[in-house]
Nanobody, 122 residues
């Protein structure tokens, strides 16, 4: 079973930037699409974005133009670069693996990390 470990969360002021990382175990990281989700206090978990094995990216409208997902297959790591942060971006951010090379909106991830907290102060 793949293990996903997020890091890089923290406190940042509105308008600032933060990059969170997700390190994956195993030798087949490059074969799978990866996703980022977030859950704000009192709200349901929501999709943030995803990256296919080939590097194609997909974003929720709420973060498009502000967030960027990338991956480094040599390091088994996927990144979420967050710019122009807003207080409403405050949430626990989770990375997830899709058991497919491509991202499909109807597919659910098969593995999740434990999450990292991002707090944006106003």
């Amino acid at each position: 079973q793949v293990q996903l470990v997020e890091s890089g969360g923290g406190l940042v002021q509105a308008g600032g930037s933060l990059r969170v990382s997700c390190a994956a175990s195993g030798r087949t990281f490059s074969s799978y699409a990866m996703g980022w989700f977030r859950q704000a206090p009192g709200k349901e978990r929501e999709f943030v974005g995803a990256i296919s094995s080939s590097g194609s990216t997909y974003y929720a409208d709420s973060v498009k133009g502000r967030f960027t997902i990338s991956r480094d297959n040599a390091k088994n790591t996927v990144y979420l670069q967050m710019n122009s942060l807003k207080p409403e971006d405050t949430a626990v951010y989770y990375c997830a693996r899709y058991y497919s090379a491509n991202y499909y909106s109807g597919n659910a991830p098969d593995a999740w990390g434990q999450g990292t907290l991002v707090t944006v102060s106003s």
